[in-house]
């Protein structure tokens, strides 16, 4: 089992940064592919930027492109996602998430974005509300 916990959520105004972080513990051998999703209230669970196990790849939505960095240090088992000039648009419950699918870190480094669903651990989601 993996376990995953995200921080470093809040609210902030327009054109503010936040950075959120991700700490991986158990059986962290198996995720080769991480990436951060979000949802904000009554919508579906939106890819946000994905990276692969080296953290040579990386996969970004394309309405964060250029604004947020997504990271990763497997020596620390952390995540990492660097949101600058953050907008109202860009409010939700963040989530931290994980595949062992080659498929999906296959996809991700001919710069493909993923689905929900192809991610088998999460957690439990750090808030972001950015106020205009």
């Known amino acids: 089992q993996v376990q995953l916990v995200e921080s470093g959520g809040g609210l902030v105004q327009a054109g503010g940064s936040l950075r959120l972080s991700c700490a991986a513990s158990?059986?962290?051998?198996?995720?080769?592919?991480m990436g951060w999703f979000r949802q904000a209230p009554g919508q579906e669970r939106d890819f946000v930027a994905g990276i692969t196990q080296s953290g040579g790849s990386t996969v970004y939505a394309d309405s964060v492109k250029g604004r947020f960095t997504i990271s990763r240090d497997n020596a620390k088992n952390m995540l990492w996602l660097q949101m600058n000039s953050l907008k109202p648009e860009d409010t939700g419950l963040y989530y931290c998430?994980?595949?062992?699918?080659?498929?999906?870190?296959?996809?991700?480094?001919?710069?493909?974005?993923?689905?929900?669903?192809?991610?088998?651990?999460w957690g439990q989601g750090t808030q972001v509300t950015v106020s205009s």
């Open positions: 998430a994980g595949t062992s699918s080659l498929r999906v870190a296959a996809n991700l480094r001919i710069g493909k974005k993923a689905r929900s669903d192809e991610y088998a651990n």
């Open positions: 158990g059986r962290t051998s198996s995720i080769y592919t």
